[in-house]
């Protein structure tokens, strides 16, 4: 049986040390880290996210404002508001959720958040940083799964690496930040031939494809880590991950459970990364 990842003592400890940061810097500065988070619509996923983030807010004394704006916001409207969330000198780190409704562009509003306030790190101009290793931010939810290794000790050199999805959001810059830490990474996606046999010669296997019990034992090496980023729900609309986790549990070394795992994570290092934006507003 795998040793289970838990998502929720790690956060538990990166927040402590978070908080502590945070209170010496407001001692320091009379800055409070401050996080805009920007919610289009009624989507319930969405919504709990949300209310996660503003929670991890509060436990680690940073502000936070919800701006919760309706489904069929114009563009011009949005990118208004967006303007003036950016002119409030409380506000350090600026959020919006994704996905937004079809009718938004959704480029425009990633483009629009200054680089040092874009605490997602999805702007062009750190998704550059990041590539070339010289960086402020990173984006959440990959930055959680380095974390999840690196307290586990789980030495990525040298190691086969998969990663199955290539989303700008996960997929992509999980890649870039395993092959920083000198992993052999291969991309997998929807058009990758013979997906079990490159998954089964992996030794970390990081999963993020949006499917419901997707990753079977079949496709996992003996003693393999397996990091499972997804967040569905399965036939009985119970939150699942991406992987069968019974069965690969048998097989793993070690392994994420969802919820629990890197969910939490992912909030965890947008906290962090509101620190960071407070620190560089102040120097
Ligand atoms: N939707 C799903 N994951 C994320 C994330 O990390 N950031 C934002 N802004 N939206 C998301």
Redesign the pocket.
């Known amino acids: 049986m795998a040793h289970i990842i838990s998502g929720k003592e790690i956060a538990s400890s990166v927040r402590a040390q978070i908080a502590e940061k945070g209170r010496l810097f407001t001692e320091r500065t009379g800055v409070v880290p401050g996080l805009a988070v920007v919610i289009v619509g009624e989507d319930p996923a969405?919504k709990v996210?949300v209310r996660n983030k503003k929670k991890g807010c509060e436990e680690v004394g940073f502000y936070s404002e919800v701006h919760e704006l309706p489904e069929d916001i114009t563009q011009e409207r949005l990118m208004s508001e967006l303007e003036s969330i950016n002119k409030n000198p409380k506000i350090h780190g600026i959020?919006?959720?994704?996905?937004l409704p079809r009718h938004l562009d959704e480029k425009a509003v990633i483009d629009f958040i200054p680089p040092e306030k874009d605490v997602?790190a999805?702007h062009p101009v750190n998704t550059g940083k990041i590539m070339i290793g010289n960086y402020d931010f990173l984006?959440?939810?990959p930055a959680g799964v380095m974390k999840m290794l690196e307290y586990e000790n789980i030495d990525v050199t040298g190691k086969n690496c998969v990663v199955i999805g290539r989303s700008n959001?996960v997929g992509k810059p999980m890649a870039m930040l395993l092959l920083h830490s000198n992993g052999t990474v291969t991309i997998c996606h929807s058009k990758t031939k013979n997906l079990a046999d490159i998954t089964s010669k992996a030794d970390i296997l990081v999963s993020s494809v949006g499917k419901a019990k997707f990753v079977t034992a079949d496709m996992v090496k003996e003693g393999a880590v397996v990091i499972d980023v997804g967040m569905n729900r399965d036939e009985n609309g119970k939150l699942c991950g991406d992987v069968a986790f019974d069965e690969v549990a048998e097989k793993a070394s070690a392994i994420t459970p969802v919820p629990g795992g890197v969910g939490v994570m992912?909030i965890t290092m947008l906290l962090q990364n509101t620190l960071k934006a407070a620190e560089i507003a102040v120097k």
């Open positions: 969405s996210y959020l919006v959720q994704l996905p997602d999805f984006p959440c939810t959001i992912t």
